[in-house]
């Protein structure tokens, strides 16, 4: 089955690399124009660190049926950071979107406990007509070496639907050199869903980093929902996409994964 009725549990051994929702809504040049200060000041007990950083989106393709086409450069975008304490948790916010994620992912409950207060802040300072999107990420990237099961082929730990030729028993992984699937669907009348599962190597873009030679297994689930949506829904339609994710996350993984997860 996709989606699985299996109730919902906190593992031991998780293996989130990292957590991200993000709300976009229609451009406020007040947050472009000048420092969010009011915000800042709203969100500094959680969130002392700051910092902004200029970024420059990819050009824009125009003119597409006029003969002419062209690729128009974008003006800049800050971005504004905001960081706890400890590092693990981080507030951007830019003209067109605002979002939070974490690397240490304590559980559903912390993780919106750490959004609840930043988001009902910026609603009330910028006051947005509505949110275009409302997006929730879980980036898993599994280790059979950290959950000791070295020798186990994938199959053994993901459904089929993940897993494309890798579900056939006469396949041997190490000699397929490339095997992902990349899915979106629809979930219910409003939300949706990008997926993308396979086989990879993690690399560190540091300068000098040692590599990890270990293929990893990457579920990356991308839920989102879209239209003009009613900034008093927010934390609902956050709760709608996190419960989805539950079904799916369980239906992606066999008995034997979710064992070795340590669920609580």
Not at 15 to 42: K, M, Y
Not at 175 to 191: H, I, P, Q, W, Y
Request: proline share 7%; with cysteine; hydrophobic share 40%.
């Amino acid at each position: 089955m996709l989606y699985s009725d299996h109730p919902r549990v906190h593992y031991a051994k998780a293996q989130l690399a990292e957590v991200i929702c993000q709300f976009r809504f229609p451009a406020i040049l007040s947050i472009g124009a000048r420092e969010p200060v009011d915000f800042q000041d709203a969100v500094r007990s959680m969130f002392p660190r700051y910092a902004a950083k200029e970024e420059r989106p990819g050009p824009k393709l125009t003119g597409l049926g006029s003969g002419g086409p062209k690729l128009e450069a974008q003006k800049p975008v800050v971005n504004h950071n905001f960081v706890s304490a400890n590092g693990r948790w981080k507030l951007n916010l830019t003209s067109t979107f605002i979002s939070l994620s974490t690397v240490s992912y304590p559980g559903w409950e912390e993780f919106g406990q750490h959004f609840d207060m930043p988001l009902a802040q910026f609603i009330r300072i910028y006051q947005p007509a509505f949110f275009e999107r409302i997006g929730l990420r879980y980036v898993n990237i599994f280790s059979r070496k950290k959950l000791d099961l070295e020798g186990e082929p994938w199959r053994e730990l993901f459904t089929s639907y993940y897993l494309g030729i890798l579900a056939a028993e006469d396949v041997d992984e190490r000699s397929t050199r490339k095997c992902s699937v990349d899915t979106e669907l629809s979930l219910d009348g409003s939300c949706r869903a990008k997926i993308h599962a396979g086989p990879g190597m993690v690399k560190q873009n540091l300068p000098n980093a040692p590599q990890d030679p270990e293929v990893k297994f990457i579920l990356d689930m991308d839920l989102f929902m879209g239209g003009q949506l009613d900034p008093r829904m927010a934390a609902g339609g956050l709760e709608t996409l996190h419960s989805h994710s539950t079904t799916l996350f369980q239906g992606a993984i066999t008995d034997r994964l979710h064992t070795a997860l340590e669920p609580d």
